[in-house]
């Protein structure tokens, strides 16, 4: 069963613009990460934040992360054509084998 | 190139036919994972090795579904029987055990069942 939701399911905006995704997931996480889908392709990590991190940046990405609600939300900045993706929301819950749990993902257009 | 592989990337298959999957990790990674991805939804998790052991199966992994991985090193999935419900995107992942459990992907084999 899928972890994680994220929200919304689909975005599309044109080239420049930023865009957020949300993510909610239901149990306690040692981490939360983030990755990126081309269409029919392999999935490709972006980043990855902590339980008791509350904010990660990584170059036009910025995470943050609400454990008290469950929650973290993605920012993509000045957004390129070429982020044209799927994007997914991962967490490995804890006291569990390190398994990661993927949320339903966030269909992303970037219109030139 | 050191990244995760994948081999075959396309099987097409009929329906009650045995299929093997292979997949090679990155080479310093002792911990592999396996999922299964359909349209539109995200990747659901499979199995997971620790080296050569097996150490979590989720309840998708039906008896017609095995995954070994003898030497720790590569990994092979197989599904004995195939159905046209398990058409998919099968896909591979590995990490470092003391890290931070960032898994790096492969490129996946997708599975067509007539």
């Known amino acids: 069963s899928q972890q994680g939701e994220e929200d919304p399911q689909a975005l599309s905006i044109q080239e420049g613009e930023n865009a957020t995704m949300n993510c909610s997931y239901k149990?306690?996480?040692?981490?939360l990460q983030w990755y990126r889908q081309n269409s029919g392709r392999g999935l490709v990590h972006l980043i990855l934040i902590r339980s008791n991190e509350r904010e990660k940046h990584s170059g036009r990405l910025r995470v943050t992360l609400d454990t008290s609600k469950k929650s973290s939300s993605l920012l993509i900045t000045a957004s390129r054509a070429a982020d044209t993706a799927s994007y997914f929301c991962a967490t490995d819950a804890t006291g569990g084998y390190q398994k990661v749990t993927f949320g339903t993902g966030t269909k992303l257009q970037v219109i030139p | 190139d050191t990244g995760v592989s994948q081999d075959p990337r396309h099987k097409i298959t009929k329906r009650g036919q045995n299929v093997t999957f292979r997949c090679d990790p990155i080479?310093?990674?002792?911990?592999l994972y396996w999922y299964r991805q359909t349209l539109g939804q995200g990747p659901e998790f499979l199995t997971y090795f620790q080296n050569e052991a097996q150490l979590e199966k989720s309840r998708l992994l039906s008896d017609r579904f095995s995954a070994e991985r003898p030497k720790g090193s590569f990994s092979t999935l197989e599904i004995q029987r195939t159905e046209q419900g398990d058409s998919a995107m099968y896909l591979c992942?590995?990490?470092?055990?003391?890290?931070?459990?960032?898994?790096?992907f492969g490129p996946g084999t997708r599975l067509t069942v007539l």
């Open positions: 992942a590995s990490s470092f055990a003391g890290g931070r459990n960032e898994q790096f």
């Open positions: 149990t306690s996480i040692n981490n």
């Open positions: 080479s310093e990674h002792n911990r």
